[in-house]
């Protein structure tokens, strides 16, 4: 059975049958805003897109890899600091597959992630110490908006769901107006073994460069 995170929550990757977990899919799953007519009468839905992304610190707390996506300007990054946008780790251990523009339609879930990165911890580099994985809105809406947002680790594929390993949900609350930077979790070494925390914190943050800052200097 699927363990359902709440915010703050550690757990082992450990399945029930005693065996690590080490090659899953990290996938965020979020819904377009429904847009309403007259008397309440539905006229469509509004895209939300939102970007997933990761990145990777070492034991000191400084970045060492990250994976964004490559559609955001270069002139924009550089601004910050940062190198462009890619959809893999320098180790080859982390893929992204690749940017949703839209979510699902009619803020309907349909059971399907938006947007996956896959891992497999056994190539990951031994500098890495710690991995982020947060969520920003690159539109005007915020996440007090959306319909939903759900972040899950499960085995398979982006396109075949095996076995869901642990999931955690943020639904649209007041408390999230005016944000639009969330960092969900984060995978991290404990003892020489990786375990995964859910994180939960959002941010009026205007871009993602912003939320890598923030990340860095008060995360590590």
């Keep these: 059975m699927a363990i359902n995170l709440e915010k703050g929550q550690r757990i082992n990757l450990e399945k029930s049958n005693g065996a690590k977990l080490t090659q899953f899919c990290v996938g965020c799953n979020w819904g377009a805003i429904p847009v309403r007519g007259f008397l309440g009468l539905s006229r469509g839905s509004k895209d939300v897109d939102l970007d ?4 990777m610190l070492d034991a000191q707390g400084n970045l060492c890899d990250h994976i964004y996506s490559p559609l955001y300007r ?3 990054l550089q601004r910050y600091g940062m190198p462009p946008g890619k959809l893999d780790s ?3 251990a982390l893929h992204h597959s690749g940017d949703d523009l839209k ?4 803020g309907i879930d ?10 497999d911890l056994s190539r990951v580099h031994p500098s890495v110490d710690q991995i982020f994985f947060f969520l920003n809105n690159v539109g005007q809406e915020d996440f007090s908006q959306i319909p939903y947002a759900s972040i899950r680790m499960y085995e398979g594929t982006p396109q075949r769901v095996k076995e869901v390993f642990a999931s955690y949900n943020v639904s649209a609350q007041p408390q ?3 944000m639009k930077g969330l960092i969900m979790g984060k995978l991290y070494r404990r003892g020489g073994e990786w375990r995964f ?3 939960g914190d959002a941010y009026p943050d205007q871009n993602l460069c912003e939320t890598i800052g923030r990340i860095i200097t008060a995360y590590k």
């Design 103 to 106: 979510g699902d339609d009619g």
């Design 176 to 178: 999230y107006r005016g």
């Design 110 to 119: 349909d059971g399907l992630d938006n947007e996956i990165i896959t891992v």
């Design 197 to 199: 925390s859910a994180i």
């Design 90 to 92: 320098n180790d080859r």
């Design 52 to 55: 997933l992304s990761c990145v």
């Design 74 to 76: 270069n002139e924009f």
